[in-house]
């Protein structure tokens, strides 16, 4: 086993720089960047989204404006030169006698254009010691900023992923046991009828009915606290926050819930129709210990192990939605910012970061599987 987890986790190198590859790749055909949002915001002082409604034109050489940015007429050419250097996009070249500060104003110095390959191999090689940079318009650094946002999605993703394994597993062994009776008939309607159900309506009418809405206001309307957060005591704190969570936290977890019931049910179904349940049935064990004491270890096999990679799906998944119905300042709203203003930093690092996370989890998942049933042996597969 230990060979085949070093295995995994050699396999993890060329997997991401293959990930990173391709969506740097994919950047450099998308039309504006943190400089046309720059451009947009001094000179019009329009939002991000207009910036990018207009950028269709903004890779485009500009007749007449030897800037090569829309937009760019009329500001200090050596204002938008510091503005690509401070971005990584050129760097200065000074003589080799020079000693001051290399800049835009300096005659000894140049506007070098950096090449995609190379800026590439600096953004990585940076990633590599774990210096993920800083962000183009918040002044701060990545990895604090990701730190910053993650309470919110960490609280969406694992609420959901704990409450959707309580509620489907005891249910769908229920269905499993009675299958084709009323009770599975009449579950299997509302459990199809809830994954047919958009997170995002669904969201909607939590919010219209019960947050103040056309009928009850009993939970709040956004944000993880209440105002008077500080003020509150331990068990004020706790409520305050168990308050607040209960919608978004129903509203990511109705699809999840949907699938696991099913997956536990049909995996218990299998399993039931086996020789060896036949054969404890036979010795005359109760139903009870021939169901938990047989079978369900080996139906949940795959609902157990299949735990890392659906918290992780809670986690990245609907995490954008959920936030922006419900106002809450997560890692779902920093990557659609981050996109939305070209704010590269931040996109490449959080796709780094949560790359890696991800690839870890598939590990994980293995092993979760040789834990649960120690006859698996991916290394004998392998």
Not at 238 to 263: E, G, K, M, N
Not at 324 to 349: H, K
Not at 366 to 382: K, T
Request: hydrophobic share 50%; proline share 4%; glycine share 10%.
């Amino acid at each position: 086993m230990g060979a085949y987890i070093f295995r995994r986790i050699l396999l993890i190198i060329p997997t991401l720089i293959g990930i990173m590859i391709i969506n740097f790749a994919l950047t450099q055909f998308v039309p504006g960047g943190p400089i046309e949002q720059v451009l947009a915001r001094v000179e019009g002082g329009g939002d991000s989204i207009q910036a990018i409604s207009g950028a269709g034109d903004a890779g485009i050489e500009n007749q007449g404006n030897d800037s090569g940015y829309v937009g760019a007429q009329g500001l200090d050419p050596d204002f938008l030169a510091e503005l690509e250097v401070q971005f990584g996009f050129a760097r200065f070249v000074c003589d080799p006698g020079f000693t001051g500060t290399p800049s835009a104003k300096a005659p000894e110095c140049v506007k070098e254009k950096i090449p995609a390959w190379e800026r590439f191999f600096i953004m990585m090689w940076n990633y590599v010691q774990f210096d993920f940079g800083e962000s183009h318009f918040r002044s701060i650094g990545v990895l604090d900023l990701v730190w910053e946002k993650l309470p919110v999605s960490l609280t969406l993703g694992l609420w959901s992923t704990l409450i959707a394994y309580l509620i489907s597993i005891p249910l769908g062994i229920r269905k499993a046991v009675r299958d084709g009776s009323r009770f599975d008939t009449w579950t299997s309607g509302v459990i199809i009828a809830a994954y047919a159900i958009p997170g995002f309506l669904f969201a909607i009418l939590l919010l219209v009915l019960f947050a103040g809405g056309s009928y009850f206001r009993w939970f709040p309307l956004r944000g993880l606290t209440s105002d008077n957060w500080e003020q509150l005591s331990l068990f004020g704190k706790a409520a305050d926050y168990l308050w607040h969570i209960t919608l978004p936290v129903v509203a990511s977890t109705i699809s999840s819930f949907a699938t696991l019931t099913l997956l536990t049910k049909n995996s218990f179904l299998d399993e039931i129709k086996k020789q060896y349940v036949m054969t404890a049935r036979a010795k005359g064990l109760s139903e009870s210990r021939v169901l938990y004491g047989h079978v369900f270890r080996n139906a949940m096999l795959i609902v157990i192990a299949g735990f890392p990679g659906l918290f992780l799906s809670v986690f990245f998944g609907a995490s954008l939605i959920i936030e922006t119905i419900f106002s809450l300042d997560g890692l779902g709203q920093l990557g659609f910012r981050a996109a939305v203003e070209r704010d590269y930093p931040v996109i490449f690092g959080t796709l780094f970061f949560f790359g890696l996370i991800g690839l870890v989890v598939g590990i994980l998942s293995d092993l979760m599987y040789v834990w649960v049933d120690p006859r698996i042996d991916f290394e004998r597969r392998g």
